[in-house]
């Protein structure tokens, strides 16, 4: 089992830049495919990336494609996300999930979440 913190959210203005981070407790942390999902206010949770549990692979949310950078560092049992060229329709709430499959956009295919981070990106 492994337990997420998010940190790193705030307000940015319109093209400005955030990184985000994920602390995992836990054990394995390395055997984990992560992900990050956003929520926006009356939206369904949408695929922001993924990456493999050794970083050699990463997607991408059509919408963030060019701007965010999925990485992460085992040692740190952190999962970042870099987000550049930051648009108001980046603000929603950032999620970290932890999935013990292959990598994946759908939600259901992680078990474990963070709490979550808000972002918010004003125009």
């Known amino acids: 089992q492994v337990q997420l913190v998010e940190s790193g959210g705030g307000l940015v203005q319109a093209g400005g830049s955030l990184r985000l981070s994920c602390s995992a407790s836990?054990?394995?942390?390395?055997?984990?495919?992560m992900g990050w999902f956003r929520q926006a206010p009356g939206k369904e949770r949408e695929f922001v990336a993924t990456?493999?549990?050794?970083?050699?692979?990463?997607s991408y949310g059509d919408s963030v494609k060019g701007r965010f950078t999925i990485s992460r560092d085992n040692a740190k049992n952190t999962v970042y996300l870099q987000m550049n060229s930051l648009k108001s329709e980046d603000s929603a709430v950032y999620y970290c999930?932890?999935?013990?499959?292959?990598?994946?956009?759908?939600?259901?295919?992680?078990?474990?979440w963070g709490q979550g981070t808000q972002v918010t990106v004003s125009s």
């Open positions: 836990g054990r394995s942390f390395s055997s984990y495919v």
């Open positions: 999930a932890a999935s013990r499959g292959t990598s994946s956009t759908w939600d259901r295919s992680y078990a474990y």
């Open positions: 990456i493999s549990w050794s970083g050699g692979s990463t």
